[in-house]
């Protein structure tokens, strides 16, 4: 009896054994499936910007001039940019569009890219490579101005065109830093002229 009891037991185990082995085709996987759909007007969770499609600010920037540079890690904050908006509006007037871009990179990594890149124009004042040590650190530059009489023979920016001022910003939480490009009819109102970190 107990011999056949084992051989019940034997048969039942590599009955269930194959049974599982031949669902594991090698096809799909719990990561592959797609979550179910939640009823937003249950959640209140606010919406992950990150999650929603970015337009590409690259090619509005591109057609106003190839040579904006544009820093590789930033990534278009649609959230930012609206916040920005009041304030550039209220700064300088309503026509002033701004793009606000954001970067998990330290300043002094953003400062160097830029400073780097506008040093092979001669309109540009050299800087230093890396930001003096403070609490609060920006850089505020008018490219329209910055960007002329290059080393390296290439594009300018329009002097009469639109005019685009660059500001970089440290902050203290996530994202780590703050890129905005301001785009202005005309020279920007206030008084604003090439400025640089100090």
Same mark, same amino acid.
């Given at each position: 009896m *107990?011999?056949?009891?084992?051989?019940?037991?034997?048969a039942g185990a590599v009955?269930?054994?194959v049974a599982l082995l031949s669902g594991c085709s090698g096809r799909g996987s719990a990561a592959e499936e797609e979550l179910p759909k939640r009823d937003r007007s249950t959640t209140t969770a606010a919406p992950?910007?990150?999650?929603?499609?970015?337009?590409d600010v690259r090619d509005e920037l591109k057609?106003?001039?190839?040579?904006?540079?544009?820093?590789?890690g930033a990534h278009y904050r649609d959230d930012l940019t609206?916040?920005?908006?009041?304030?550039?509006?209220?700064?300088y007037g309503?026509?002033?569009?701004?793009? *606000?871009?954001?970067?998990?990179?330290?300043?002094?990594?953003?400062?160097? &890219? &830029?400073? *780097? &890149?506008?040093?092979?124009?001669r309109a540009y004042p050299p800087q230093p490579p890396f930001p003096p040590l403070q609490n609060w650190r920006?850089?505020?530059?008018?490219?329209?101005?910055?960007?002329?009489?290059?080393?390296i023979p290439g594009d300018t920016l329009n002097m009469t065109g639109k005019q685009v001022t660059l500001q970089v910003?440290?902050?203290?939480?996530?994202?780590?830093?703050?890129?905005?490009?301001?785009?202005?009819p005309a020279p920007a109102a206030g008084g604003r002229a090439v400025a640089a970190a100090k």
């Open positions: *107990t011999k056949r009891w084992c051989q019940g037991a034997l009955a269930i054994s992950n910007p990150a999650a929603q499609p970015a337009p057609a106003i001039s190839p040579a904006i540079p544009i820093y590789a609206r916040r920005d908006s009041v304030n550039i509006h209220n700064e309503p026509s002033a569009q701004v793009i *606000t871009l954001a970067t998990d990179d330290s300043f002094p990594q953003v400062y160097h &890219y &830029y400073t *780097t &890149y506008l040093a092979q124009f920006t850089l505020e530059v008018q490219l329209n101005q910055a960007m002329q009489d290059p080393f910003a440290e902050t203290e939480a996530e994202p780590r830093t703050v890129i905005r490009y301001i785009i202005t």
